[in-house]
């Protein structure tokens, strides 16, 4: 941590921020500039400390923390990427990983259809919300246990692994029990006692940015479900929130870059969400595997006229074929397959 | 709802429109222009809908939404100025309520303390956390349960209603035992599940305003406390994120005036959380009240050097004095008291 | 344009709206809804119109525009796709065309070298900047007048044509005479006198995206060249600002797509600017091809160590030349060569 | 500067940067820890360098600036607040200062009108857009050359000073002959030629912040006119781009504290474009007085409805006189007068 004190500051006060430093157990670096004091203050420890213990002393100007607040999801802290496995699917290796299949669970034949479709056309995972977290409480919130129910009988006749959305503590072990990942959604990144409850369910997790927060908060938060001794955490980037109002979110395609040097986890890259519109999904599909995502979780809709929820960004069946074989040359020009 | 057809759409494209709407018992009325066509769909009811059942429709340009998607936090549902109750304390009546103590409850001394403080200065209602969400799970995440009996004891002692915040829906119905108003958190805003729960609590609520979240989505984030029949919702602006880092975030003092055009319901400014640094926090303040905030919510600590979260914005109990004694002729100026 | 009125709006109110609208030849229709009234206000050229004249009327909610501000960028007005030539170099063709070279042109030594480099890993253009639009006035400003006699000796020397910004209208007439595209900064894009200069030069120009413009901003901000008659605008997307701070801007990747369905100019990626990192560029390359870009503006500098200006986000020679055969892959992928 | 070293760097990395450092006349100080090295690299003139000379460098991780990159427009330069003068009036003094008058100049009688109404509510200094700088060419770009002339003619008849925008260079020796006060627009604030032609030009500039800069870029661009010796800058905040979509802009209020503490220049708030809307002005108004700020610049035009240019965000004259008699008492809360 760095602690630049302002022009004119005493020697009492320099000394100060010192002794604080000390009572915690750490190391003073002193730099008496002609204009400033910049105080370096180093430990093994100083990514936990807040800022504010030395910010809120007299004379100080400023604090700048060196250290990333994340550790457990941070690269330093395991080299290797990781690969995490579902039921024979993995995540993060050579082979990119497509999850499909519509934002909703609505019905029996709905998610059949959609299983067959995805299938079908090269994904390996169904997605499908039981529980669906809506801005309005006058919106369609899931099938709830009954979509539950659904998924598991489709996972079974089609044999995919299925994902789909938590949404409160209270329903994790349940879910656990009936889905193959749990899917945190962007709203809830940072709903830290439902990190902490999917981390101690130790199955598999995709955890979605919050769709206003920083890579380094993303990976802080990835840290509440590694705590827990659960490192089946996969990322999923699906856009961020900014003053651009041609799409729902804008997909911060140099997230990938950025995670991939700054982590080890494996990062999927969700271009439905980000788009809003199905005519965008593909070029950000593509742009996506370009730039290095292990993987994609994409709407696909047997019929998005009558979808219930989310129609006009989910794919048709034809167009989610076209896409997966224009993908493939893109994923060999990058090493990969898919 | 309009929706821009496609310059060239075909009359068959045009006119699945019209059925799609007129199968849902709305209203349609074409505008058939040289150029395009738009076509108006009306009802009472077009709030609720997605916009995507049109978007998908071949031929469409873009849906663009009239009605405003909240409805029971509207101030077309309920004009007159709500005021909510709390022990004999009114917010949103002609007196400023100034909810008033430390971030994170420490000690039994360190809270009847921020107690004796804060109510000698002139706030009415003390706030401490005692289930704190931290973005790092290595970080002090609050005293939980006996952070709860402490909030209790000193009520008790002071006669001061407490105000905390709740993190899960495990924790609703213990916490609305022990506090007089729980409060959702900007990180938990869209935590639909969440709301629901302290909705049916039936206590009063201050909802802070997600930090990425429009006015639009955090009226319909109240709706769903509304909806389950509590009235007692108090809107609590604290900062949104921007792209400027000389705070920790960036007041939107506009929403002040926008709300009360948008809704009824009474409305508090944190001015502690969007500075992120105590020498700001006046200025704030005093811009809040200006701009018509029925109250404000600050950390105040009896020794910010010493706190355990957020040192750095909460004000010593003489700075503290000091700005409710400055807020006082600010407060007259807009024809209110404090 | 629609006007919705307010919930108790009266009759007259209704009326001078539709009064304003006639008054200004345009042809109204009335939705009187049980709840609102709103008013379609039609016409082929609404676009043009400030919305600011009905909501400023009595009785008035909001006002929504449908048409589109920006017209001769639009593909409305040119559906098939643009091509500029430069010098026999085409630009939005079915090859992508990289311009490539350093930020600052800082000696002849420097400039020649780096025009050897990238014209040897298949680079068409070579860029420069002579005038250096700085944040602060104490840093390097260009060489400016003899910056742009050595970008003109390194034309002629390897026959490649020349890119440089152009950041005040009296510096167009000469810049003009020795470059062979014009452009206009991020800074800039809605510098609209310069615009217009440029318009009038007749020379092509890129016109890179303003870092807080929607879109929408940009298209209409290339009107004002394309209005003067000169239609060789090539778009530029170099990252937007938002609030992720481990990149320098945020690369806009769903721009892409949005401009190719928006309109009919060809559309180049900056990833140098929006990375500004070195490390990061490649990634955000690929990714730019196989979104759909026509080309690249990339920094290559000799020695990007001893570089006055962005030293960080330059490539080396060696990593530009692996940067180019690993495009090369996903060009084809997509349908195009490079 | 703090150059953060990547774990596991070499000696040889660590040193190439204190030889580095060393090489350009600065002081190194090694913090070397147990898991990594931090360099400080000191000296008075570290604001000017730019971050990329270390971070180009092998093994490092990130470099940190610990001075501001201005230097002239900051309180450490000069303590004392600063009071522009123009024609007797005081910006920056212990009376607030209130400039208004309509968006665009539109004809003699709207002008002499306007200044009627503003000069009687109190206002000091009448505002009027000769030269209009619109997103769209095809909207009225001001009366130029006859604007001008009806500003002086104006200023002479009610003895009031003259505030109008410059766009470009070439307009500035003209515009200074005419005006009191030479206003850069929110689209020019990086527009560094131009700011160097208003330094020279040596009247008072208010210089508005760009929408989606910085503070810290704000004063930056402030050095650009102090540099050329013009010390007559009065800073304009005036709303940022953010997500929020019921306001133009957000006003970013906090602005005026931390302005406050970096810098000794004046700081007026201009409530009118941050808002859209006229219905949002008083509020805004009312808290950039209360927040300490020096003056405002309000838009006001005799009949709204007939203005040129953003009626909806003018006041008619009675709003206009309300609003100033309601600021009075507020004034007098923070000590000044109006």
């Not at 936990?48 to 607040?69: A, C, H, N, Y």
């Not at 990942?181 to 995709?206: D, E, H, T």
Request: net charge neutral; charged share 25%.
């Amino acid at each position: 941590m760095i602690v630049e004190m302002r022009r004119g500051a005493s020697r009492e006060e320099i000394d100060a921020v010192a002794e604080r430093a000390k009572s915690l157990g750490l190391d003073v670096q002193m730099n008496l500039g002609t204009d400033k004091t910049v105080v370096a203050i180093l430990g093994s420890n100083t990514g936990k400390l807040q800022t504010d213990i030395f910010g809120v002393l007299p004379g100080v100007e400023s604090v700048t923390r060196i250290m990333k607040p994340y550790k457990l999801a941070s690269r330093e802290f395991h080299n290797a990427d990781a690969v995490v496995k579902v039921n024979g699917v993995e995540i993060g290796g050579k082979r990119i990983t497509v999850m499909a299949g519509p934002c909703a669970v609505e019905s029996e034949s709905q998610l059949s259809k959609s299983a067959e479709i995805v299938k079908a056309a090269g994904a390996k995972i169904l997605r499908g919300g039981a529980f669906k977290p809506r801005t309005s409480p006058f919106s369609f919130q899931g099938l709830k246990k009954e979509g539950l129910e659904l998924l598991r009988r489709v996972h079974r006749e089609y044999g995919m692994p299925v994902i789909s959305e938590v949404t409160d503590t209270q329903e994790v072990q349940e879910m656990s029990e009936y889905c193959d990942i749990l899917q945190v959604g962007s709203r809830n990144m940072q709903n830290f006692v439902l990190l902490s409850a999917v981390g101690r369910a130790g199955c598999p997790v995709v955890l979605k940015r919050g769709f206003s927060c920083t890579v380094t908060e993303w990976l802080t938060a990835a840290d509440y479900i590694l705590a827990e001794g659960n490192n089946q955490v996969i990322l999923c980037e699906r856009g961020i929130r900014t003053f651009e109002d041609s799409t729902r979110f804008s997909l911060d395609i140099s997230s990938i870059p950025v995670i991939k040097r700054a982590s080890y986890l494996p990062l999927i890259v969700d271009p439905s969400h980000a788009a809003g519109h199905y005519a965008l999904v593909p070029a950000l599909a593509k742009a996506a595997i370009a730039a290095g995502a292990d993987g994609l979780l994409i709407e696909v809709h047997p019929n998005p006229k009558e979808a219930l929820v989310d129609g006009l960004q989910s794919l048709t069946p034809s167009d989610f074929g076209r896409l997966m074989r224009e993908l493939k040359p893109i994923a060999e020009a990058v090493g990969r397959t898919i």
